[in-house]
């Protein structure tokens, strides 16, 4: 089934208790500042989008106990913060480097100053939690799957724009944030139980990286759409010209358009869009997860601009 795009009541009522935890306590942001992506003008604003986001970083976590029948210490969740962290200033750095001449070295990108400085809070929380040879080898691991794919990734960006086929859309979303979170359990895995997790693991938490950018895509289309970068319901309006004329028309207020627009303007675009999320989701099976990426997509569908990023790794 995939997310509901109506309020999830029993999903959101059941994280509340988490929710008031991160809130109160913040038990993933221990030497980290409450917001680190929002900075929205209102500390309140941003320590609860904070305390949402980490809300999700638990439910990610759950996710991976539940698969591979294992339990998870405490600090499991400033570590998978701290590699979301990490993650965001790797791609903002690949990014720069496409933008400035074409391309940029895996190499160069991870000599970038934020990645360095990020690299180096993760490694010494996971020393100060009692895994500095764990971290190690998590880090060869990743850095190998980097060299791997890296190619392919760089590639498939500078050929998907706005009007690409929704196929390769969704093809460099896996590679993007589905790699991202394919790293996480494996990082994951590594570090907290000494070994990678089962390749049906690492496929479903791809999956659900693949789920989030869908759900990003429709709260960021606007920004997309004047960006010129790829995003997956632009894609499926520009199967359709008329509907991509309707949009375009109102694409200065995009922020605001909220599900009845959609429904009403550009549904067969709409139901493409739709149909690919489903087709993403049916391969979750994780319940943790499923809330997670409902909870994501109610918030995304939120008319205007209260729906706020969540993004995976921007926090």
Known sequence: MAPRVSAPVPAAFG???????????RPYRDRLPVAT??????RLRDAVL?????????LVLRAYAELEGVR???????????????????????ERGLLADGGISWRCALRGAEVVARLRDLQEYAVLHGHAGRVDRARELMLAELDAGYARYVALTLATGPAAPVERVLSLAM???GGHLRCLATALGVVFTGSAPAEATAGEFAAFGVLAKIVDDFRDIAADHRAGR???LLACLHENPVELREFEAVAGRAEGLG?????RHCATALGRYQDALAVTSSSITARPLRTAGELMAWTAWSR???ARRWSASRM
């Open 15 to 25: 994280c509340l208790p988490r929710f008031a935890g991160h809130l109160v306590r």
């Open 230 to 232: 790829a995003n997956l």
């Open 259 to 263: 599900p009845q627009w959609w429904r």
């Open 37 to 42: 992506a929002h900075r929205s003008g209102s």
């Open 72 to 94: 998870l210490p405490a600090s499991a969740g400033g570590f998978a913060v701290r590699f979301n962290r990490l993650g965001c200033a790797f791609d903002d750095e690949v």
């Open 175 to 177: 590679l993007d944030t």
């Open 304 to 306: 205007g601009r209260r």
């Open 50 to 58: 904070t305390a949402a986001y980490d809300t999700l970083v638990g």
